[in-house]
């Protein structure tokens, strides 16, 4: 008797365990007002003052500062999608886009002040052209959800990093500069193949 009480509370436990879970689930991928969305939006305005103070050598700190700021929302809003279970169709758009904003606004900056390779600056707006492209086309017209691959995360992370390894008030050899920008190049392509790939499985679907 008492063996079949117990049977029957472990198995009650297990049912509630699973309806709560199942509760906390709950998402709404339309849903648009979300912290991780709000976080991502503050990275793309967090932009402006970092442009502003990029010319100015003696903003070290405020410039630390925004840089820290900046990589920390890129890492926040995807945990707090996740953890909040708020992971939404134009949050996976939003996130990715954002680190584009920010890292176009700072390449375009370098560029024009001849310490950053024009190169490196149309081979990403061409890449990201030719996967926004072809995952809108598919949004539209399938249940398509263009999700970020691995590598190109890391591709992001290491432009991230090669950027402010190329900012005048941060002092880098210029070897370890070289080699971040060879690193990211190829994690670029490395990513952008692996998106083409994932295309054309699913245009061959239409």
């Not at 297990?14 to 991928?29: A, Q």
Request: no cysteine.
């Amino acid at each position: 008797m008492i063996i079949d009480l117990s049977i029957v509370f472990v198995i009650q436990k297990l049912n509630y365990r699973i309806m709560e879970n199942n509760k906390s689930k709950i998402t709404d991928p339309e849903r648009v007002l979300t912290l991780a969305n709000f976080i991502s939006l503050l990275r793309v305005i967090l932009v402006i003052p970092l442009i502003y103070h990029l010319p100015n050598p003696d903003s070290s700190l405020i410039l630390f500062i925004l840089i820290i700021v900046i990589i920390a929302s890129d890492a926040l809003d995807g945990y707090f999608a996740r953890k909040a279970h708020e992971v939404t169709h134009i949050g996976m758009w939003l996130d990715p886009l954002a680190d584009s904003v920010v890292i176009v606004s700072v390449t375009f900056y370098l560029v024009l002040s001849g310490i950053f390779p024009m190169w490196f600056l149309l081979l990403f707006m061409i890449r990201y052209l030719t996967i926004a492209l072809p995952g809108l086309y598919l949004i539209n017209h399938t249940n398509f959800v263009n999700s970020a691959n691995k590598p190109g995360k890391w591709a992001t992370a290491l432009v991230a990093v090669t950027l402010v390894l190329h900012v005048p008030q941060i002092p880098a050899p210029d070897y370890i500069k070289s080699i971040s920008i060879g690193l990211a190049f190829v994690l670029l392509l490395i990513s952008w193949i692996l998106y083409m790939k994932r295309f054309i499985v699913e245009f061959k679907k239409l």
